[in-house]
């Protein structure tokens, strides 16, 4: 019986999740031309993971959408490390949310929390991308 219920219940999030993580793929892939992009995003390690966590810091969302937009951003040849930070900012930080967290935590918290985050996000990307080179 519970087996059954959660097999319902994820039935029910996926058919609930697939729209938008269709209107996600479209839009990375139709609506922004490629050639914006590459001009956003120059190759440099510093500059690169700096954007991406901005961008990733300002769109906040929940992590499984996240994934989908990351692999459509390194399919259209985004760097590993802006997506990288973009991913865990995306999740991380929360811009959007922030009224909400300072109303609900303080404010400064949220504040810090968020800086602390946004920090975090960005020398883990360049530790993960300098790993991956130092294994590979």
Known sequence: MKF???LNQTYNN???SMPILLG???LITTAIPTEYYKKIFSGNFIFDSLI???IGSIAAGNPITSYVIGGELLAEGISLIAVTAFILTWVTV???QLPAE???LGKR???TRNILAFISAIIIAILTV?????LT
Not at 130 to 134: A, D, E, Q
């Open 102 to 104: 300072i109303l609900m």
């Open 24 to 26: 996600v793929i479209l």
């Open 4 to 6: 059954k219920n959660a």
């Open 94 to 96: 929360g811009m959007v």
């Open 109 to 111: 918290f949220a504040i």
């Open 14 to 16: 996926i058919k609930q």
């Open 52 to 54: 991406g966590a901005a």
């Open 130 to 134: 300098l790993t991956l080179r130092f």
